[in-house]
Structures are given as C-alpha cells and as structure tokens.
C-alpha cells in the first residue's frame, strides 16, 4: 500500500509507470485522478485545500485497508493534495491492481467514494477576488450506501 | 484536551484550536459547554447536521464518550477527491 499527503504536485503518468513496476502477477491496473475544474462561470482563479494532519494519512490508510480486504488486489495507491492549486492541476489520485479488471475497477470506485465523504479535506475557490468553500454533495455521502 | 476546528468552522470561531480543560462526558455535551464561551461559537454550532467530528482523530458521533480522549475536532462535511 502507498499512502501519500503532499502540497507539492505529482506526474500522474511517472506514478502510474512506477505503481506497475513494482507489481508481480498483476493483469489490471485501474487509476482515477481528480482534476481541478473551472466553475460553470468559468471563473475560478484558485484552489485550496484545507486538510486535517494528524488524521489525513490514517484515514486514507484505512480506506486502502478496506479495499485490500474486501477485493482481490495486490496494491493500493492514494495520493492526495492540500494547499494551493491551479486550474487542471491533479489533486488526488488512486490506483488499483488486481490479477484481474474487475476488482481494481471496484475497488477504485469504492477508494474514491469512501474519499469523498471520509477523508478529511476540505475544498476552497477563490472566484472573481472571492474565497467560497466547496460544499459537500448529498451524492457523494448517499454513494457509500452502495458499498 | 485539544480542540481541533478546520473550515469554516475555524473561520466562524476565529481560531483553529482551543485547549480546555472539559467535563464533558460526550461530544454533544462539549459543545454546549463551547457554545457558552461566546457568541461565535454559537453561531458555529448552531446547526449541527453541517458538522461532522473527529475524537482522536477518528470519525465520531454527537453522543460519542470522550472518556480519556486527547483531541476533538469539529469540520464541515468532508470535500475531499
């Protein structure tokens, strides 16, 4: 399992080149990456994310566990970002591999949906000189229920 | 006990950590007795459906003992991903 909290930006083409190097018997390899997006008034000049230090790598940790648990994979990798950000810069990323697809898909959906409402980040734009935090969407906390 | 506050709920109190010496025997309980320091922690607490909390840096729940526990933090749903 890799487990990373950083403020400075990753390559995601360099991770996901050295998470396969790494692997053995590995047939799958499924990853996501959660990109800066521009508002619908496309006025976002900003990002920031705020996180909990003490406790953001932990949770992560025990997300990965779960899915290492509850999936047939042979690794885990979570990577997510706090502070300042641009737009079309990476924020997080997870990647699954599995002897096969069907549970590194499952498990990355259920990495990312546990992230959302389970790992303490939280979000802030700065739109035309303003800071505005990202309020949570019920969708994201009703997504777990499928889990 | 340290008192842990990010997001808004840092940016109504006004600062992102209280130490206190509490009572409280449960989450909830600790919020009434913060809510008795001043108005702005009224004004944070007033609605807690939009806050969620962590005791020793683990998810928790209003009614959740905080028998022996070092650090309580309150937030805002988590908007992470």
New interface residues.
């Given amino acids: 399992m890799h487990v990373r909290v950083q403020e400075e930006p990753f390559d995601l083409g360099t991770e996901v080149d050295q998470f396969i190097r790494i692997q053995d018997n590995v047939g799958a390899v499924v990853t996501f990456s959660g990109v800066v997006r521009d508002t619908p008034a496309q006025d976002l000049d900003a990002m920031e994310i705020e996180h909990y230090p003490a406790m953001a790598q932990a949770a992560l940790e025990d997300i990965a566990t779960q899915a290492l648990n509850r999936w047939s994979l042979a690794d885990v990798i979570i990577i997510h970002r706090f502070g300042r950000l641009t737009l079309r810069e990476a924020i997080m990323m997870v990647g699954t591999a599995a002897p096969h697809r069907q549970d590194a898909f499952a498990a990355a959906a259920f990495l990312m949906d546990y992230l959302k409402s389970r790992a303490p980040f939280w979000k802030k734009e700065l739109r035309g000189g303003r800071w505005e935090w990202v309020s949570s969407r019920t969708e994201d906390a009703e997504a777990l229920a499928r889990w | 006990m340290q008192i842990?506050y990010?997001?808004?709920v840092r940016e109504r109190i006004g600062v992102p950590k209280d130490v206190l010496a509490t009572e409280a025997n449960t989450v909830s309980e600790l919020v009434e007795e913060l809510k008795g320091r001043a108005e702005r922690y009224q004004i944070a607490f007033s609605d807690m459906s939009s806050i969620r909390v962590?005791v020793d840096?683990?998810?928790a729940e209003l009614n959740t003992p905080l028998a022996g526990a070092q650090?309580v933090?309150f937030?805002?749903?988590?908007?992470?991903?």
Avoid: V
């Fill in positions: 842990l990010f997001a808004w962590a840096q683990e998810l650090e933090a937030f805002p749903p988590m908007t992470g991903g």
